[in-house]
């Protein structure tokens, strides 16, 4: 059995659109699934939680939605092995872009009903994981202003790069230690450090273009000591990942990193709100069963 949670709020009403199309597939292909269409978040999670207490056969968990609510049904499922995938109707949709799950949702229905399954790493950051990236400093700055922006699901990511230039104006770097895998080093005037599994942030940001989610480490983007008419130079390269050998970005790897501030620091994971700094993060290797 095939379980689809809906979003009716992502993508300005798309999910729901696309699930009456991909309903039509199911019924022609004569596929056993179960459609709940949720209004917020708690009711999805309520009824993950009633369908693990059942024992149900759970060929897979779909989701029609966005970062936000893949973040919130992965913290859910860790520990299960029950697989998850997504097809992608949000504003952002990056853990889709990076796993290179399309729009065409025709094709990637029939991907799904293949059954193919694997297992990835998750980034583990206090008592939750994210699937994407965990920024901190101006990005995580960014992302909570463009959260609280009502138009974003209008723009997508190009509300991220809007917000961009609307906290540049006030945001001023801060010197960080990080520990890195238990050696510390010390940046002054970092602007921002991405923390990622997958490669994509921000709707569309090449962020970390090497990280991968199997491989077992953290890929760390650090940039720092740079002025803002600098840094917006980079900014304009990373969408397409070529910002990682310029002067002012220092691009590692490493399995786990503790990151200490002289003023506590927003952080995000999978753009949703994690707190302040300090904070640490650390890679949890094969946690997750996703779908292929």
């Keep these: ?3 689809f949670l809906v979003n009716r709020t992502s993508g300005k009403g798309r999910s729901v659109k696309v699930w009456n199309e991909i309903e039509a597939i199911l019924k022609e292909k004569n596929v056993e699934y179960q459609v709940i269409i ?52 949000g ?18 229905i029939e991907k799904l009903l293949q059954n193919d399954k694997k297992k990835i790493d998750l980034l583990e950051i206090g008592d939750r994981h994210c699937m994407t990236v965990v920024g901190i400093g101006f990005d995580a700055k960014v992302a909570d202003e463009a959260n609280k922006m009502k138009w974003k699901k209008w723009f997508g990511g190009l509300a991220y790069l809007m917000t961009i230039l609307k906290v540049l104006i006030t945001y001023k770097p801060s010197s960080i230690k990080l520990t890195l895998n238990n050696e510390e080093r010390v940046f002054e005037k970092v602007w921002l450090i991405a923390i990622a599994n997958h490669a994509y942030y921000g709707g569309g ?17 650090i940039i720092h000591s740079l002025p803002k008419w600098r840094l917006l130079f980079i900014l304009a390269n990373v969408f397409k990942g070529k910002h990682v050998t310029m002067k002012g970005v220092d691009y590692l790897q490493v399995e786990s990193i503790q990151v200490d501030s002289d003023d506590p620091l927003f952080v995000t994971a999978d753009g949703e709100m994690m707190g302040q700094t300090p904070t640490s993060v650390s890679v949890k290797k094969e946690a997750f069963h996703v779908m292929l």
């Design 205 to 221: 940001i090449k962020i970390c273009p090497n990280a991968l989610s199997d491989d077992g480490k953290l890929d760390i983007c």
């Design 91 to 108: 504003s952002g949709n990056d853990y889709a872009r990076a796993r290179g799950i399309s729009k065409d949702y025709v094709k990637e």
């Design 38 to 89: 949720t209004e917020t978040k708690d009711e999805g999670l309520a009824f993950i939680n009633n369908l693990l207490t059942l024992n149900q056969d759970i060929s897979g968990i779909i989701a029609l939605g966005g970062d936000g609510t893949i973040h919130e049904i992965m913290n859910r499922l860790i520990g299960t092995n029950v697989p998850f995938s997504v097809i992608p109707t």
């Design 1 to 3: 059995m095939y379980y």
